[in-house]
């Protein structure tokens, strides 16, 4: 399985809901970056394909050789799987692209992609008169990655554990959800990283406040409002939504390398689409790409990248 990743607590889910249904079979999961994707997908040769099955979650790819590779591998007899809930994915599959013929997939922005698969799953085990409880168990924990990742916050816990599983390894995340039940008791590693996380956060806030740079649109009504953080981008741009109307928040995370976009609630800007016209992709209120920058005064650069995009009209 190639999932989102790093740190991504809708992406480590998928991993973990697929790990729990196919218990008993060899199983490897690999987080990959918008960035990744492509040379990951292009770099998978299975060693048996007509045994083999791969599954693509919670990410997609934009490189048209990756669609080749893709389908040469389905020609050559491996089941491939696709469960994506992002709108840059569906907007590019309505348009032609992402073209692969997939054995199944599953394209909807109704809930997180973590919820589609777990849905999917127990669908097909129910079909197939298959017991897995172990997989049952996971609801709870797909209702939290659900709640956080579409930015709903309904669910009392579903805030901290994404902050948990952003502050710890990527594979340590990975097994400390694959440890966890119904009853969502946090196992050690996550209490830890949880008690790591309100000192990371005053970090980030405050090179988040040193380095803002706001640039505003008269032409759209917008202001870009543009600065580094080291982590966190979603945190820092929910607590800034109150200082600022009709915003778009363009946050260079020093983990990631790469940026993360959100609005305020009045805003109407399509971050998908912003995100799609750097090479990137999200969500219509919350999305990410990477973009080039220099060291020297990167907020300002990036507001002035930004608020061009949005000149030209790019979020529509």
């Known amino acids: 399985m190639v999932s989102h990743g790093p740190n991504c607590l809708d992406g480590l889910t998928c991993a973990v809901v697929a790990a729990r249904y196919f218990t008993g ?73 992402l073209d692969v013929p997939f054995t199944e997939f ?16 127990t669908a097909r085990a129910a079909e197939r008169g298959e017991t897995k409880p172990d997989l049952f168990a996971l609801r709870n924990l797909v209702m939290l990655a659900d709640d956080v990742d579409r930015w709903v916050l309904a669910v009392k816990g579903s805030r901290e554990l994404a902050l948990a599983v952003r502050a710890m390894s990527q594979q340590a995340a990975y097994r400390a959800l694959l440890s966890m039940d119904s009853s969502l008791e946090y196992p050690p590693e996550i209490a830890r990283a949880l008690a790591r996380v309100e000192g990371e956060l005053a970090t980030t806030f405050a090179m988040a406040k040193a380095t803002r740079h706001v640039t505003e649109l008269p032409s759209r009504d917008i202001v870009v409002v543009a600065a580094e953080c080291d982590g966190y981008a979603g945190e820092i741009a929910d607590r800034w939504k109150m200082d600022f109307e009709r915003a778009v928040f363009a946050l260079y995370d020093h983990r990631s390398d790469g940026i ?27 999305a990410g790409c990477q973009l080039a920058t220099t060291t020297a005064d990167r907020s300002a650069e990036i507001a002035r990248k930004v608020a061009e995009a949005l000149t030209k009209g790019l979020d529509r």
């Open 25 to 97: 079979r060899r199983f490897e999961p690999v987080f990959a970056s918008i960035r990744e994707i492509d040379d990951v997908l292009r770099g998978y040769e299975p060693t048996h394909p007509d045994d083999e099955e791969l599954w693509i979650t919670d990410i997609s790819w934009r490189d048209s050789s990756t669609d080749l590779h893709l389908q040469t591998l389905v020609e050559r007899g491996l089941l491939l799987y696709w469960v994506d809930h992002h709108k840059t994915a569906i907007d590019r599959r309505a348009e032609g692209k």
């Open 106 to 121: 599953v394209l909807d922005d109704s809930y997180a992609a973590s919820r589609l698969l777990f849905e999917h799953l």
């Open 260 to 286: 993360s976009f959100r609005r305020t609630p009045d805003c109407t800007v399509d971050l998908s689409r912003l995100a799609d016209a750097f090479g990137g992709g999200g969500h219509p209120a919350a």
